[in-house]
């Protein structure tokens, strides 16, 4: 009888908790809701016509520490149609220092003009990949008030590596700056130099 009545306590000891702890169709239904809304109070607070408070709420968004409250405000400042709201946007991304992942289109180069353009990405951990577009990255640093640009990170000559203004970016590319401007693609795009040449280049911000 004392053997079946530990064992009596033994299951209700395993199958109490897991009973309390299962969720119903209208728990999730509710969480669901509560999710959703919450999410809806977040776009709306970006989505405010006064520029201004739209780009309050965006910075105050990404500097939460929060992943996903960070990527729905740079999402959306980059994709916003007023231009305050996408140069805020950018300056909020250069200043959580990422790393770029800079791509030219070297297609329309001879072979061996690509070559030593592939061999210098190289240095920067950089290759060639399909399409005959050749790839490397760097990360920013710091921002520097004294030089009005974002460092390139760990550089022991102290470089700018990028610039923004308010209608572009500047970004130091083999140590000569290219102009570029944010696409409806949330991309960085334009015209790079590289010896002699002027290559298509992109700098995805969103990922």
């Not at 919450?38 to 989505?47: P, V, Y």
Request: with cysteine; proline share 3%.
């Amino acid at each position: 009888m004392k053997r079946v009545c530990v064992a009596a306590t033994l299951a209700a000891c395993l199958t109490g908790p897991a009973m309390a702890q299962s969720l119903t169709v209208e728990d999730l239904r509710r969480q669901v809701d509560e999710r959703v809304s919450e999410r809806d109070s977040f776009q709306s607070l970006l989505s405010d016509p006064d520029p201004a408070r739209s780009i309050a709420a965006m910075q105050i968004m990404m500097s939460s520490g929060d992943p996903d409250l960070m990527r729905m405000a740079r999402e959306y400042g980059l994709y916003a149609d007023a231009p305050q709201v996408r140069r805020a946007a950018l300056d909020a991304y250069f200043s959580s220092g990422p790393v770029l992942e800079i791509w030219y289109d070297a297609s329309g180069l001879e072979d061996s003009q690509r070559g030593k353009l592939e061999s210098e990405a190289n240095y920067y951990s950089g290759s060639l990949a399909e399409g005959q577009r050749v790839f490397y990255s760097f990360k920013v640093g710091d921002y520097s008030e004294e030089n009005s640009c974002w460092m390139l990170h760990n550089d022991s000559y102290n470089r700018c590596l990028v610039r923004l203004s308010e209608d572009s970016v500047s970004v130091r590319l083999f140590d000569v700056w290219a102009s570029l401007a944010l696409d409806e693609a949330a991309t960085l795009t334009g015209m790079a130099k590289h010896g002699s040449h002027h290559l298509p280049v992109s700098i995805r911000v969103t990922q």
